[in-house]
């Protein structure tokens, strides 16, 4: 018995990697290291460099190594760029999910779990957001992950599978031990880019937007712990096994921060003032994004554990040194 976890050389995905791995689970690793780094994949899972998409090679891993289990990652996550490239987002994220579902259903793959996200919701005239709340994407990165959500929907009431779709909202921090974080080498996200500017890495932030409808006029996220979100993976894997129903959880504390407090906090805990700017708004940002988080805690063994702003940025900051180091050994 093994799982297969697609992109699992990520961000998120080298998190739950860890996570499997402590609890003593046979992983297999498929990334095309796209975006991924070989290094971030714990030492005790199997990578396989490889494209998600290609339905023999995932037929082929399914079969040598007794996968029971999918955590599918693999995919494009930058908005903006699912603008620019439409086709591409729906190539990477829709009809290469749906080779990995087809790859998964013919090999006798018994349950599933898919990376969505809160980008499914669109611009929902509600603060707090449950599951039940309408979908409406507003960009190709949200429609391409709910299409996605839709054909698993549809293959699982067809097949004999099972499915926990996670639609995270903003995910954050790092490994509290060290041993992965954010690494990607252009990153956008809030909390990453703040920790870079905190350490010198960038000549300072730039706030995109003051005149939202909020009480400090910037938008309002809900920042998830990604180890937090990692174990809630385990905590879903867990529920499929012992027969649970197919479901689909936001991933969220249900508390929002503005962009002005983020980036208060990352200065407080670095004590490092680094410039501001304020800018006009970045196309296609909805002023507030909050889980409605109850679902998630009461159909999972799970209760998050590092669900405090402050824990989120420190780890943050401390993997951007980690980081600065690992990439001075790697030029020496
Ligand atoms: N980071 C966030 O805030 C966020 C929010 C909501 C949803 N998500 C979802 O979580 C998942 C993981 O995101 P992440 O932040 O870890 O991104 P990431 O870019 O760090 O990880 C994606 C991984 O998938 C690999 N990959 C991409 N296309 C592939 C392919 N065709 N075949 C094999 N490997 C491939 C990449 O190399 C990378 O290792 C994605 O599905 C994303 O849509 C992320
Ligand atoms: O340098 C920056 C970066 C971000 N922001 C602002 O900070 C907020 C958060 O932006 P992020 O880029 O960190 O995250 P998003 O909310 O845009 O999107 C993320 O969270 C979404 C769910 O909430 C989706 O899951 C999406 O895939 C994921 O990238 C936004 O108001 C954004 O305008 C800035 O002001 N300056």
Same mark, same amino acid.
């Given at each position: ?23 003593? *689970? ?18 005790? $899972? ?72 809160? #980008? ?63 690494s990607s080498r252009n990153a956008t996200h809030l909390i990453k880019v703040a920790s870079q500017a905190a350490a010198g890495e960038r000549a ?30 385990? $905590? ?24 002005? *407090?983020?980036? *208060? ?27 409605? #988080? ?39």
């Amino acid at each position: 018995m093994s799982v297969l976890v697609s992109g699992g050389a990520g961000y998120i995905g080298s998190h739950t990697v860890l996570e499997l791995v402590g609890r003593g *689970e046979t992983v297999i690793v498929l990334d095309d290291l796209s975006t991924g780094f070989d290094w971030a994949v714990a030492g005790a $899972a199997h990578l396989v460099v490889g494209d998600v998409g290609d339905v023999d090679l995932v037929r082929r891993l399914i079969e040598q190594h007794d996968i029971t289990e999918i955590v599918h990652f693999a995919a494009k996550i930058v908005v903006p760029e699912s603008v620019t490239y439409p086709l591409t987002y729906y190539l990477g994220n829709t009809v290469k999910t749906r080779a990995l579902f087809e790859a998964a259903i013919a090999s006798g793959v018994k349950r599933l779990i898919f990376s969505s996200t809160a #980008a499914v919701y669109g611009e929902p005239s509600v603060e707090v957001i449950p599951e039940a709340t309408p979908t409406a994407p507003i960009n190709p990165y949200g429609r391409s992950k709910l299409m996605s959500e839709w054909m698993l929907a549809d293959a699982a009431r067809a097949h004999d599978l099972t499915y926990t779709v996670l639609r995270y909202f903003n995910v954050a921090g790092a490994d509290p031990d060290g041993r992965s974080g954010q690494s990607s080498r252009n990153a956008t996200h809030l909390i990453k880019v703040a920790s870079q500017a905190a350490a010198g890495e960038r000549a300072g932030l730039e706030i995109f937007g003051t005149d939202y409808p909020t009480l400090d006029g910037t938008c309002i996220r809900d920042y998830i712990h990604v180890t937090d979100l990692a174990r809630a993976h385990v $905590a879903a894997l867990e529920r499929l096994r012992a027969g649970g129903q197919s479901l689909t959880l936001n991933c969220g504390y249900g508390t929002g921060y503005s962009v002005k *407090e983020v980036v *208060e906090a990352v200065k407080r805990v670095s004590g490092v003032d680094f410039p501001v700017k304020l800018c006009p708004r970045r196309p296609g940002d909805p002023a507030c994004l909050v889980a409605g #988080a109850e679902r998630i805690r009461a159909e999972l063994d799970w209760r998050p554990q590092l669900d405090d702003l402050s824990t989120i940025v420190q780890h943050a900051l401390d993997w951007e040194k980690r980081l600065a180091q690992r990439n001075t050994m790697d030029k020496a």
